[in-house]
T-cell receptor
Framework: GQSLEQPSEVTAVEGAIVQINCTYQ??????LSWYQQHDGGAPTFLSY????GLEETGRFSSFLSRSDSYGYLLLQELQMKDSASYFC???????????FGSGTRLQVQP | EAQVTQNPRYLITVTGKKLTVTCSQN?????MSWYRQDPGLGLRQIYY???????DKGDVPEGYKVSRKEKRNFPLILESPSPNQTSLYFC???????????FGSGTRLTVV
């Protein structure tokens, strides 16, 4: 199937680094995206990985390892405003629909 | 301003009364999608469209219809809403599957 696994909750302190992992089933997989969603808001696109390796965008980085069927989102220098839910999202070959993970709720504490 | 606009933001309706949620994007994007978001289930794709007159089912299409007569518009139609369609709905658009989607602000639908 197209399921993804990610932790339901993560807590970290301001200024710290946090990594949110995402594992997926290999069959048909072609790329992994990450979205941020604040309570009451719309999802916002953060990054996309189609190839192995690290993509960096400011304080956020995303990594993909196809051989391990695994990716992660790395958030550095955490700020209170980073408290939100983070979704990994897979795209599949031959299938235009995207599949969202169930989301990781990140709580940043002072 | 580049955006996806969906209306209404909030809607309460009764079972069986047909309704349409509109979605419009001003970015000339080819791909458009509808999602519903329910607690504990994340976002699930209802329908998507790759271009004008090209639509396909997502993971939860039952009870919904869509149309793509113009590139900018992608309305979601509930012919006979039922209480299990009470949810938060998002419309989104993208220039291609390799890029991220831009989401609308959401429509909170309650069917009583």
């Amino acid at each position: 199937g197209q399921s993804l696994e990610q932790p339901s909750e993560v807590t970290a302190v301001e200024g710290a680094i946090v990594q949110i992992n995402c594992t997926y089933q290999t069959s048909g997989f072609y790329g992994l995206s990450w979205y941020q969603q604040h309570d009451g808001g719309a999802p916002t696109f953060l990054s996309y990985n189609a190839l192995d390796g690290l993509e960096e965008t400011g304080r956020f980085s995303s990594f993909l390892s196809r051989s391990d069927s695994y990716g992660y989102l790395l958030l550095q220098e955490l700020q209170m405003k980073d408290s939100a839910s983070y979704f990994c999202v897979r795209g599949d070959t031959g299938r235009r629909a995207l599949t969202f993970g169930s989301g990781t709720r990140l709580q940043v504490q002072p | 301003e580049a955006q996806v606009t969906q209306n209404p933001r909030y809607l309460i309706t009764v079972t069986g009364k047909k309704l349409t949620v509109t979605c419009s994007q001003n970015m000339n994007h080819e791909y458009m999608s509808w999602y519903r978001q329910d607690p504990g289930l994340g976002l699930r794709q209802i329908y998507y469209s790759m271009n004008v007159e090209v639509t396909d089912k997502g993971d939860v299409p039952e009870g919904y219809k869509v149309s793509r007569k113009e590139k900018r518009n992608f309305p979601l139609i509930l012919e006979s809403p039922s209480p299990n369609q009470t949810s938060l709905y998002f419309c989104a658009s993208s220039p291609s599957t390799a890029y991220g989607y831009t989401f609308g602000s959401g429509t909170r639908l309650t069917v009583v």
